[in-house]
């Protein structure tokens, strides 16, 4: 295919004459589909649905210690289900407390806690003139809302294909005594699929804050979540990594079996040093006498341990795998050497991340939704919705159909070409 | 019984002995007893189990909209829980949002919300010199734990047989823009068993507060907990009260199932004016993608409507009336007439509150300790834990069953007795 770059107006006019007929044929169909957001398919949650079989109302419902998770206690989870989400994460059962049904909400707490009330001893951030994180871009717009809600001022990290630059991390951890946090999907990141190296993840355990109070918040939302378990990422142990640096309180670590088990129905974990678990428990025995422990007791009668996560995986990832390979076949088979759009294939994860020409993000999202294809807002994986750049996508390839995938492809890729073809032509209109 | 006062100082003396003596002889027994918390019989979370066989592997796990449970979605709850939770408290589903499992996390949230970010555009309460809650006292130790917490000063309310003295709560709020809310159990109330009269319930739907965004924290935690479905209280909505007062938006209410199906697995609501909802769903939004429908669901199916959820508290009712009855039985046939403590024999709930002597509270619960008793510590029911006249004593008798509840009662009168003597004589020494 011969790059946009180098046609002649006449050519572009042509292309992008080609280009509308073939959008107005798409557009025809009528694709109403909703790609926004990293959601599992119907198909992924029946999966699930033998672990509703294993309590049932002849079952024991005591734990192994012979407690019983119908009634109250055991603030910080039931023993079996630290140990489950200890081998999901590779941490010990004893760095790991098990909450309700979300990690977003042990984030949002965590970050709410610090601001009322400090971190183990520190002032509390709201008494602070500024509290700044460190966001590696792209990344998750959930935790940048977090810390846009609380007043948390932002700084863009680049990402590189080994995480985020590191470099820069140090120069302002170690440095600036008001950056507090950084926010990490360290293995299958949101959006890019990256896993962070060895080297980066000893970089970030080798960090010299200068905040006493500032932590890594290392949401490893997508630890299992390999497309091909013969070809799976490893991630270090930044737990251990940082225990053995002598800065063990320096990360918290977040999970959830959301996309395991039910996106609506699952169990979240943190996993800290003890001293951080400790402070934390104690926000906890205000805010509730315990969590859902009958729910932590049904995943681990049927997942039982790190084999049966592995098993289920398995049957997502071949749910997942020919859909990613869609998407990006689509890419390359269109895209590929026309110089007007990158994107990396993960090895896991929700998402292909899909950097356009400069400018053109938010008017290819909003072409394609002329389509009938809503995808994320361009600018959704940046801090503020700002992309300064105008140039990221996420592709969210899980929730549609085989089918419906491959006319969402195809109404992405043409909307790529569409307007990057009106920026180039635009561009010339210009000189 | 002769009473203690108008015994000699002989009388006391060898009333003391054979109190000792009894003492002795109900200690040997070694009983190992905790009737600190108010929790569920293990009969009571048997009644519940059939609840676990609605959901099993061929359940359709859509809500009656057609939603997937099982997926992301549906922030606030699904409709038929909505609608079942309104049916509870006997308000409207649109007025309604379902959480997780714990009715005190969602007014932990409430609180946390409002220092750090104000209650609809009002200054954040963190940014005030002084916040203020009024409690009725005695109260339930949790709720003036999460105030203390965020260093909110609590004002203590006396509490009358028709609910908190309705004068000074107006004189605080209609004066004081720094009373920001008022923590309320309004239906056989935490500890006494108390139930706000009509009057009371009116009278707080007419206070004019000082403050714009003082709210009335209004815990339903006993709606639908009477001992007797034939003599059970009824309680004004406050919700319509507020509404038809012209001031739609100063209450929340809240309440959970987990005193109704599992105490380790139920689920949770608050009910509110839509305009307080939608600020809260605000804050909600950033906290989490959802809470757990699929135990939503499994509530609705199980339960279907009120008429399930009274059918379900018959049973609780049944198992937890005899005991009520054995404490009561054992406080009258002991302690009646001997005035050195009062109490009031509750409709429902899951308390019985017993005024000692002034001074007598904690030596009481430290010598029941010493027989193997274990209760709420004295001053509990107090914010700061401080009862000035130590007196109140809250007795939970679901726990146990009927065979330890009799020696618990057994230790507990003897031990009012044994105090309540030492400290006559004592002040007969001081003379």
Not at 96 to 121: E, F, K, Q
Request: hydrophobic content about 40%; proline content about 4%; aromatic content about 10%.
């Amino acid at each position: 295919m011969k790059k946009y770059k180098v046609m002649s107006k006449t050519e572009l006019c042509q292309e992008k004459q080609q280009l509308e007929e073939r959008f107005a044929d798409i557009k025809a169909k009528g694709l109403q589909l909703d790609m926004s957001r990293g959601k599992p398919a119907v198909e992924q949650l029946d999966f699930g649905m033998k672990m509703l079989d294993v309590l049932n109302s002849t079952a024991d419902l005591n734990t192994e210690t012979g407690f019983d998770t119908r009634n109250y206690g055991l603030l910080d989870g039931i023993p079996e289900a630290k140990r489950l989400i200890g081998e999901i994460l590779g941490v010990s059962a004893e760095n790991v407390m098990v909450y309700g049904n979300s990690s977003l909400n042990i984030m949002y707490d965590t970050v709410a806690r610090s601001m009322t009330h400090g971190v183990m001893g520190s002032t509390p951030w709201c008494k602070l003139d500024k509290v700044k994180f460190l966001c590696p871009v792209p990344g998750y717009d959930r935790h940048f809302a977090v810390t846009e809600h609380f007043g948390i001022e932002m700084i863009n990290i680049p990402m590189t294909p080994k995480g985020p630059d590191m470099d820069m991390v140090a120069e302002y951890v170690n440095n600036d005594p008001a950056v507090k946090g950084i926010w990490c999907v360290p293995k299958y990141s949101n959006p890019q699929g990256i896993t962070y190296s060895d080297e980066t993840v000893e970089r970030f355990a080798k960090l010299q804050p200068a905040a006493e109070d500032f932590r890594i918040y290392w949401d490893n939302a997508y630890v299992q979540h390999y497309l091909d378990f013969n070809d799976k990422e490893e991630l270090v142990d930044i737990l251990g990594a940082c225990e053995k640096a002598g800065q063990p309180d320096m990360v918290y670590e977040f999970c959830s079996t959301s996309k395991i088990i039910f996106a609506g129905g699952g169990i979240a974990a943190m996993a800290s040093s003890k001293a951080n678990l400790d402070y934390a428990k104690k926000q906890m025995n205000l805010q509730t006498i315990g969590y859902d422990k009958v729910n932590q007791l049904r995943h681990v009668r049927y997942f039982k341990d790190i084999k049966g996560i592995e098993e289920h995986m398995n049957l997502h990832a071949a749910s997942l795998k020919p859909k990613f390979e869609t998407v990006l076949q689509g890419l390359d088979k269109e895209l590929g050497g026309l110089d007007i759009g990158t994107w990396i294939a993960p090895k896991g994860g929700y998402f292909i991340s899909f950097e356009s020409l400069t400018g053109c993000a938010k008017a290819i999202v909003a072409k394609a939704r002329e389509a009938g294809l809503v995808m994320t807002s361009a600018g959704a994986t940046y801090p503020y919705g700002d992309d300064v750049n105008d140039s990221n996508i996420r592709i969210a390839p899980s929730f549609p159909t085989s089918e419906e995938l491959k006319i969402a492809t195809d109404i992405f890729v043409t909307s790529v070409k569409l307007i990057s073809v009106q920026k180039m032509l635009s561009a010339l209109d210009n000189v």
